[in-house]
């Protein structure tokens, strides 16, 4: 379950790239444009989460 965990924003950032491709490539360019950036959007705030969480708990590092 760790593993889900720490993974997870990856996974959906991946999915949510192979969804704005499949909308450019059938002719829907600008709605591929626009979810093409939720990848990029799903990283930082999950890198922002994640940085969040290790300066509240300094144990961690």
């Known amino acids: 379950m ?3 965990e720490k993974y997870y924003p990856i996974f959906l950032a991946f999915f949510s790239f ?3 491709v499949y909308l450019w ?3 829907n360019e600008l709605e591929g444009i626009y979810v093409g ?3 990029i959007t ?3 705030f999950a890198i922002a989460i994640r ?3 290790k300066d509240s708990n300094p144990e961690e590092r």
Do not use: A, E, N
């Open 18 to 20: 192979l969804y704005s």
């Open 25 to 27: 490539f059938t002719g």
């Open 2 to 4: 760790r593993f889900l």
């Open 51 to 53: 940085q969040r969480r």
């Open 37 to 39: 950036l939720w990848p």
């Open 42 to 44: 799903i990283l930082g």
